[in-house]
Every structure is written in C-alpha cells, then in structure tokens.
C-alpha cells in the first residue's frame, strides 16, 4: 500500500474538500484525473478530479460547491469535443455515466425530454418504434450525448433538412451560478417577468436581454457582424443574433433562452433537462446520386442549384479520400460506383414515400445536373450500395485520419462554414492559402450546408508545428470573415477557436458576449477559458513541444507504429470505443462498466500519460496502467474497429510482460499462462482432476485457491488429440493440408479438433497432422512474453520449409491461429519466415470458403438436412479475420439456413470467463 501511495502517487490528497458532497461519486485520484485530462482534441490539463452526479439536487449541490470554493465546473458527456471544451483545471462533472434518463415523451406533440447524459442514438432507438426521431446528427451519433449535442449545438449530415440542434430546443432546465434552478423555454416578453422579483438572477437575465435587443445599435452590429443569415450552420460565440431574430420577428418579441444556451459550451450554467422537438422518421424509399467531377471548382459550382432539389444530403468528397482506399482490399469492393478517376463527388441523397415520387425527384435531379453540364457522369445508389458509398467515404475518412509518426491532421480550422453559392470561390482562396503554408488542401465538405471539414498536416511536438497551427488558424479566421462565414459550424469555439470570436464578431458584440458571461457567471466558475476570457490556443497542448522523447524498450517491435508511445499516441480521443451499438464489439469492458477507465480511449490516454510523464525507469510498473488495463479483455475489438487501429490488446501484452518484472505474478496467472505443460504432465491423472473439479464442496475450494470463480465449471481434461492423429494417414487429392493442433483443441476442445480432421479428410484433402504444439496465446495474454517467443520461433522453425500457399497451414481455434499471423510478426526473431507463414495459415473456415469460391468443394458432399444456424462469432476472427467465411461454409448444404448473430464479445474465450 505503502508503495501505491508513495512511489506512484495513485492516491492523492485532494486540496479541496470534498466529503460535504456527500453522496456524489468522486475520483480525485491520479488515475482518474489523467483519464479525464483529454478529449478529441490536442489539449491536455489535469482536472482537480472528476465526479458523476446522478440527478439535478446532485448538481445544484456541485453549483453551490463550486461557488463557495472557488472551483470551476466543466460539464461533460461522452467527451468527443474537437476544439477542447471539456479539458480544464476544476471539477469534471461526467453526466454520461448516470445522468441519462429519459424523462418525459409526448408522442402526440412530437416531444421528449431527457436528461443530458442520454447518447443520441439510445434516444432514436427509444423513438423508433414510434415513427420518430431527433434529427440532428452527428458522425458521434452513436457516443455523443444529447448535453453534448446541446452544449455544441451540433448537427451533421441532415442538418440541411433538419436543421441544428438549437433548432429542436424546446427548452432546458438550467441550474445557474446562484444554485437556481430555471427553465428557459420561448416566452413572450411580458411573461418573462411575470415570476419572482427583481433582485431575482433569472430576472435580471430577462431584463439584460430586453434591454440589448431592444437597443437600435446592438441591433445593427448583431445583423451585420454575425454570419450571414444563409450559413445555418453557425456556432461561433454565443448565440444573440439567434435570440435577435425571434426578438424581431414576431408581433409581440419572444425570447427563449434555451437558444442561447445551445452552443455556450457549458460556460453559462448547467443543463439538467432539456425538451426536444422530434421530426417523422425519414421516408423509407432513398436514391443516391454520386455526380463525378474532373475539377473541385466544378463540384463545388454546382452545389447552390442541386441545392434548390429536395435533397436529404448533400456531402462532398475529393480524391485524395477516393484514393486512400484504392490499395485496400476490404474497401475496394465499395468503389464499384465510381466512373473514371474523379476530382470531386457530390453525393446527393433523395427520399420519398413511393417510389413513383422518388423516381419524379430523380429525374428532375439528373435534369439539373445535365442542364448544368459540370459534372462529366454520375451514378445511382440504392439499398446496399448506398451504404457501401457511404462505407468508402468513412474508410477513405478514417485512413486519411490514421497516420503514423508524429504529423497528425489538426483540428483547428475544419470547420468553417461559409454561403453555398460562396463556396466555391472560398475554396479556391482558402487553397491558395493553405499553399502559402505548404500545405495540400484535401477537401472534404458537408457541401450544402457550405461547411468545409479540411485539417492541416501539422506536428505539434515541435515549435515550428505549434508556430503553424496557430498562424493558419489566425488566417483562415480572416479569410471566413472576407466571406461572413463562421469559423465553427458545428463543432464549436473550445479553446482551440475562442481567440477568435472578436475578430469573427466585431469588438463590440465580443464585449456584449462578455457582458452576457459575466450576468451569468460572475465568479468564472463554468468551463473557463472557453468562449469568454479564452485559454491561449497555443498552450496547454496534448504534447510539450520539443520534450525529449521518451525512450521506451520493449519486448514486442512495435516499430509498424514507430514504437509503443506512438502507438499509444495513434488514440485521437474520437470516442468510437464508448459506442454501445450492435453493429460492433468495441470496447467490451465499456460497455460492461460505462466507466472511461475500462474504454480502450481510456487505456490508450493513461498509457501515453505514464510513458511521458513517469520518471520511474520501469515505467510500466504503475498501478495507473494495472487499474486501465485490468478488465481488457484482449478481444481485439480495438485493432480493428477503432479506426486509428489502436490495438490495446497488444499493448496490454508487452505492459503485463513489463509489470511483472517488478512485481509478484499471481498462481492464477501462471495456470492459465502455462495449461499447455501442465495438461501435458498431469493428463495420465485427468479422470481425478476431472472428478474433483466437479465435485461441489472440494471443486469450489481448489478452484477458490486458485483464484478461479467457483461458480465456473471447468473444461475437461482428455488425452492428447494429437496421439490418435498425429501417425493416421489420408490419401486424398493432390492438394495437401497441415492441421494445426492448437494448445486447447489438444486436449479440451478434441471434439472439434477430431470434426475439423474428418471434414477435411472427407472433402478429399490430404491432411497432415503434426504434433501439438502451443500457439504462445495463452502466454501472450498473461504477460510470459519470452516463453511466447519460445513458440513463436518454435513453430516457423517447425512449419516455415513445409507451408506455403500450395500446402498451407489449417487452424481451428481462432485467438491460437491469428497468433501466427498476429503477434507472431511482432515476437519472432525471423521476421521473414514470420511473414511467409503468416501469409500462408488459415482459420478452417476461411480455407474452405475459399474453396468453395473456386469450385473445390460442392454442396452435394453434404447432408440434404435441413438446420437452423446461428453464428456468434469468436472476437479474433472478427478482429483478423472474417466471420463471412464461416456464414459461406455453414451456408453450403442445400438445407441449412444460416444467421451471423449481430452479437458483440461474449467474454468467455481466454481466461476472462474463469
Ligand atoms: C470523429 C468525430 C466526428 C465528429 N463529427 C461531428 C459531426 O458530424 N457534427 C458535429 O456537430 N460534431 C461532430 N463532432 C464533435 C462532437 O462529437 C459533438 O460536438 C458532440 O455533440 C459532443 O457530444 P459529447 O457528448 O461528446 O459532449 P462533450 O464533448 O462531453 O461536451 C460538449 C460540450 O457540451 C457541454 N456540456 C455537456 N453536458 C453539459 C451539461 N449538462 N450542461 C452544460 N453543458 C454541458 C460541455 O461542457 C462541452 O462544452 C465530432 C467529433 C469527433 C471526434
Ligand atoms: S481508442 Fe480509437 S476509438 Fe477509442 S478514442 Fe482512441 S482513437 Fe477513438
Ligand atoms: S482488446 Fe477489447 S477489451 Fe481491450 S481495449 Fe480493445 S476492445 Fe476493449
């Protein structure tokens, strides 16, 4: 303990007292406050610590707190912010984790209201099934939350038909900086001032605003300095050219202040409910048209007439993104649509109730684009190959995002929004810019909304990299400016964009904005440095620039990533690993616990802050990375699904290998990680284990002792599989197979392991079973990385003369087969035959839906029978490989009718379930 305390600070003394809180969930821990020290964007600062309150009293009593204390409050959901809005020195108030019910839903008047924490998509799963759902749309959908959204006033693809979320606001309930609680929702003047008294802060507030948009002079340098009233997309400071317009355009002046709220970024008090308008889901029947251009000016030119079509979206995409997944086979597939080698694609989307009507909107849109003539062809989109345009567009996204080295896409200036019919002639300045700054635009737009999405190449661990940044952010501010544009569409001013909102908004609306802070914050106790009083752009960044770079030796290479820091530093704090939807695995332990702490972003954070920020000189050994890394499951989820390919199972390996150095390895890890010889010494004696393990009262106290949940039933032990098969020999075809006998399938899973050998004999293929030996799998995910290099370079001593594409090596168990084509690459001291076995082992499956696909195996060599199949396939396989060749092989016989379960990682491979 005394070490925990001492050596890795893992506990310390908070400097404010926090037990009057009480009952609120709070970390002040070392731990916790480098897990919330990030978000999306390129800052870092150390919270004070991070609490999750569960209901409004939970937050008046944080108000009151923070007040008496002189602490700031930085509200914060699922953390996916760009521009830096929830990093800061006070208290992280996390609402996603419980704060996140829906409250209250009226079908009939198209309503709901919910608490901040509620995840976007859960709220439109709750809506379905009655035919409606909240419109604006973020790529975060699926992780950002509704306060978020709120705080952000975000929006998305739809947001040219269902506008942003400040224009579903109904209303917010807001605890202010007095610990009030109020509702602002529309109103008309009088009624503003119909409750309390005048002293009241709520009515004072009501009082500020009459006054100034009432004033003549405000009025003007509102309506003139503000974007132009075309760019709907607008989020640059607060929102009083949004309250000037209901002000002025009704007959009696209406003022609701939950528009202002949208978009304050949780500078001007906290949201505890907020009431939405909901939209009727789109019209099921949708076309997508993909018009191709040669020239970016063209595309562009043509997006203010396709905008006067009913279009659902309108989104822009240039060829450096097209070309990103030109070599990649998974995406290749996904540009089908293309014609020719464009230099920009709109996509333009259509929907409709009938078909006859989509087909009328159709053909009036292809009308538009010949009469035009811009565009040199187009293709049209629907079902399924919508979603694979779409699929490429996000791939093509995501390896553009997914660079290794120290160069990253910034975000600072991707997000200006400027008039449609200006875009084009933006971008063609905006590129003569950027070329100022060596640097080559790729363009990616929400083209009609007039949002530009474009992040300089910058490496912010240098000073000339910082120099950068903040000079090609001062100049793209200028340049949306020439055009009364916004410098934030969508995702906010942060810190990252505040320095700007006078020159965006004049002197004199920057000084009403602080005027407006000041009524509502006095003490500067909600998200300073943002908006208001802003941190300097170019301090406080995620990397010190210029630091001495930690020298970090591992076992494992990682040098694929330029070593592990960077592998860690891959992370950009995206959030896709906090998504709880079907359609994926990533992050298991998320999803279990909802604590960041058992996220992969959050693995991927602690391990970059104790690799630069430790000074022990194993800097493994922390009790910071034990506590992250503890619930990963090692499913692999990550390596593949997050899409900077953060592999935290890999991580979790070379870390464990590091800790144990240092530290005692329990008897259950040392079971686990060496089953293989123990099966091997004490199978003569299964029949007693086996018995023992199932006897009730001596079975649960063996398994007590060694740390394995009594209420597990346990494999059974049987003899070696590999003795029966090992000396049988098969005549077959000419083609000739080598079956991989794995350390589980030797001799628990013999079932399967016998089934695999007569399937194959069966087909005809000569099979050729050596003996069993051990993957290293079992040793990887316990940390015994020497001895899984033992069978690494064992086994391509053993097969690399005798596998090759014409003999390949069968696996059955897929985490111990993709060790081979895995870690292997990773472990082994021949790195060349490493490559030439990886290339040449297959999972079963994925060796016999290959032949299938080549004619090698019919349906008439199987039963006739008829099944119903469901695949819940194993996590690896979907991680390294695919589970569509297991749907092809159970899909062969004429009868059987086969389901891939849309499951996520069910926990009880490896050691995890024990
Ligand atoms: C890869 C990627 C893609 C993105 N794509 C889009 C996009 O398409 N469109 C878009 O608009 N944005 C986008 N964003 C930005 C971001 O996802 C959105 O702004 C999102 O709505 C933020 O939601 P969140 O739950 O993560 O909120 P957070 O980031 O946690 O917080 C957002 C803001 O809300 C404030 N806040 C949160 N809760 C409260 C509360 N209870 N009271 C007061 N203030 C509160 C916070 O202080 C902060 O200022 C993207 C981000 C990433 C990383
Ligand atoms: S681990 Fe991957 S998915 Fe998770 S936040 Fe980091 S980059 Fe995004
Ligand atoms: S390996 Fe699985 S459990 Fe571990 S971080 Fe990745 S997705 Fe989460």
Request: glycine residues 10%; positive net charge.
């Given at each position: 303990l005394q070490k925990i305390i001492f050596s890795h600070s893992f506990i310390m003394m908070p400097r404010y007292d926090f037990n009057s809180l009480g009952g609120i969930e709070m970390n002040t821990d070392s731990l916790h406050r480098q897990l919330y020290?990030?978000?999306?964007?390129v800052y870092r600062i150390l919270p004070e610590g991070v609490c999750f309150p569960k209901n409004k009293l939970d937050i008046v009593s944080l108000v009151n707190f923070a007040r008496e204390n002189k602490i700031p409050l930085i509200p914060r959901a699922g953390?996916?912010?760009?521009?830096?809005?929830?990093?800061?020195s006070g208290l992280i108030v996390d609402?996603?984790?419980?704060?996140?019910?829906?409250l209250d839903f009226d079908a009939k008047a198209k309503t709901v209201t919910v608490e901040p924490g509620v995840v976007r998509h859960d709220l439109n799963a709750f809506l379905a099934p009655h035919q409606l759902f909240f419109g604006p749309n973020t790529s975060t959908s699926n992780r950002c939350t509704i306060g978020g959204m709120v705080g952000n006033n975000s929006s998305g693809t739809t947001s040219i038909k269902y506008g942003v979320t400040r224009d579903k606001i109904q209303s917010v309930e807001c605890v202010l900086h007095d610990g009030s609680v109020v509702l602002f929702e529309a109103k008309e003047m009088e009624e503003c001032f119909k409750k309390g008294s005048k002293s009241d802060l709520e009515h004072q507030i009501y009082q500020f605003f009459t006054e100034i948009l009432s004033d003549p002079d405000h009025q003007k340098s509102i309506r003139t300095e503000y974007p132009k009233a075309t760019v709907h997309r607008r989020n640059t400071g607060y929102a009083l050219d949004a309250l000037l317009n209901d002000f002025t355009d009704h007959k009696v002046p209406m003022l609701n202040l939950a528009k202002l709220i949208a978009g304050s970024e949780g500078t001007l008090g906290f949201v505890t409910a907020i009431t939405l308008s909901l939209d009727d889901v789109p019209p099921q029947e949708s076309v997508m048209v993909a018009a191709h251009y040669d020239s970016i000016k063209k595309c562009l030119r043509s997006v203010a007439p396709l905008?006067?079509?009913?279009?659902?979206t309108c989104e822009m995409m240039d060829k450096t993104i097209l070309d990103?997944?030109?070599?990649n086979s998974n995406h290749a597939k996904n540009r089908f649509f293309l014609k020719g080698d464009p230099q920009g694609i709109l996509m333009l989307e259509l929907r409709a109730h009938t078909s006859l009507e989509l087909n009328k909107q159709l053909n009036s849109l292809e009308g538009t684009l010949e009469r035009m003539n811009l565009s040199y062809g187009h293709s049209v989109l629907r079902g399924k190959e919508i979603d694979a345009a779409l699929n490429l567009r996000s791939a093509g996204l995501g390896l553009l995002g997914n660079i290794v080295g120290d160069e990253k896409a910034v975000a600072c200036i991707e997000d200006t929004a400027v008039p449609v019919d200006q875009l084009a002639d933006y971008i063609e300045d905006f590129t003569v810019l950027m070329g100022k700054f060596h640097q080559s635009p790729v363009y990616y737009a929400h083209a009609g909304a007039g949002e530009l999405h474009l992040r300089p190449m910058l490496n912010l661990k240098k000073n000339a990299g910082v120099k950068q940044f903040k000079s090609i952010t001062k100049a793209v501010a200028q340049l949306v400016k020439k055009y009364h544009g916004s410098m934030s569409g969508e995702h906010g001013d942060g810190i990252v964009r505040s320095e700007y909102i006078a020159l965006m908004l004049g002197k004199k609306n920057h000084s009403l904005l602080q005027e407006v802070k000041r009524l509502f914050d006095p003490h500067n106790l909600f998200n300073p440095g943002k908006i208001i009083g802003p941190l300097p752009m170019d301090q406080n960044l995620r990397y010190q620039p210029e630091r001495k770079e930690p020298e970090v030796n591992t076992f494992m290479d990682f040098s694929a990533d330029q070593g592990i820091l960077r592998a860690a530093e891959k992370c950009n704090g995206s959030g896709d690993c906090r998504k709880t939807t079907t359609d994926a695995t990533i992050c298991p332990s998320y999803r279990a616990t909802k604590a960041e702490k058992d996220s992969t972003r959050g693995r991927a954070n602690v391990l970059r802050e104790v690799l630069t920020q430790g000074n022990t000189s194993n800097p493994f050994d922390s009790q910071e990375l034990k506590a992250v890394m503890d619930?990963?499951?090692?499913?692999?989820?990550c390596a593949s699904e997050c899409p900077s390919n953060v592999d935290v199972a890999t991580y979790k390996a070379e870390f464990q290998y590091q800790f144990n150095k240092n530290n005692a390895i329990p008897m259950r890890d040392r079971i686990f990680a060496f089953n293989f010889g123990i099966s091997k010494f004490i199978h003569p004696f299964r029949g007693v284990q086996n018995t023992l393990f199932k006897t009730p009262v001596l079975g649960y106290i063996i398994k007590s002792a060694l740390g394995i949940a009594p209420q597990r039933s346990m494999p059974k032990l049987h003899a070696p599989l590999d003795r029966s098969l090992v000396a049988k020999k098969t005549a077959g075809s000419s083609q000739k197979v080598y079956l991989y006998l794995d350390e589980f399938t030797n001799y628990f899973d013999i079932s399967v392991g016998r089934d695999a050998y007569e399937l194959l004999v069966r087909l005809g293929y000569q099979v050729e079973v050596l003996p069993a030996s051990e993957s290293g799998r079992a040793y990887i995910s316990k940390g015994f990385l020497k001895e899984a290099k033992a069978c690494a370079d064992q086994n391509i001593a053993r097969y690399k003369d005798i596998v090759s594409d014409k003999t390949p090596l069968l696996g059955i168990e897929p985490s111990a087969l993709y060790t081979f084509k895995d870690e292997y690459l990773k472990l082994a001291s021949d790195k060349k035959n490493a490559r030439k076995l990886a290339k040449n082992c297959f999972l079963i499956e994925e060796f016999i839906a290959r032949e299938i696909t080549r004619d090698h195996i019919s349906p008439n060599a199987f039963t006739d029978q008829s099944k119903n199949l469901k695949i819940h396939a194993h996590c690896y396989q979907k991680a390294l490989g695919n589970p569509a060749d297991t749907f092809a092989m159970l899909n062969l016989p004429k009868n059987y009718s086969v389901t891939l379960l849309s499951t996520g990682c069910c926990g009880m491979a490896g050691s995890f379930g024990y």
């Open positions: 020290a990030t978000d999306a964007s953390g996916t912010s760009l521009a830096g809005q929830v990093v800061g609402v996603s984790k419980y704060f996140n019910n829906i905008m006067k079509h009913p279009l659902y990103c997944t030109k070599n619930l990963c499951i090692g499913c692999k989820a």
